[in-house]
């Protein structure tokens, strides 16, 4: 019943900045019980996480990627929200929200169906 769908530009110039989202129904986002996860997979390669929201709005990110990324939500829209600055070829990956148990952050039992991004001129 929980479903997610990212959403975003599929195309980004170097340098600029990516926005997606990630709609969520079926379940609110506000629920202690979980928390929301960016996951994203570059072609030929495994999916690395970029960070995470928890239920009481804070984040935390991987240390490779947290200087240029941000992750916020929209309680009201039941939204969760990814932003990655100073884009470079390198970050063109498919995109994924996923969410998870709080007490298994790392078991993530929910995914969107991705949404590719490819960063060129």
């Known amino acids: 019943q929980l479903q997610l769908q990212e959403s975003g530009p599929g195309l980004v110039k170097p340098s600029q900045t990516l926005s997606l989202t990630c709609t969520v129904s079926?379940?609110?986002?506000?629920?202690?019980?979980?928390?929301w996860s960016w996951i994203r997979q570059p072609p030929g390669k495994g999916l690395e996480w970029m960070g995470v929201i928890r239920y009481d709005d804070s984040t935390y990110y991987s240390p490779s990627l947290k200087s240029r990324t941000s992750i916020s939500r929209d309680t009201s829209k039941n939204t969760l929200y990814l932003q990655m600055n100073s884009l470079k070829p390198e970050d063109t990956a498919v995109y994924y929200c996923?969410?998870?148990?709080?007490?298994?952050?790392?078991?993530?039992?929910?995914w969107g169906q991705g949404t590719q991004v490819t960063v060129s001129s």
């Open positions: 079926g379940g609110s986002i506000t629920t202690s019980y979980y928390t």
């Open positions: 996923a969410g998870s148990r709080a007490v298994k952050p790392y078991q993530y039992a929910y």
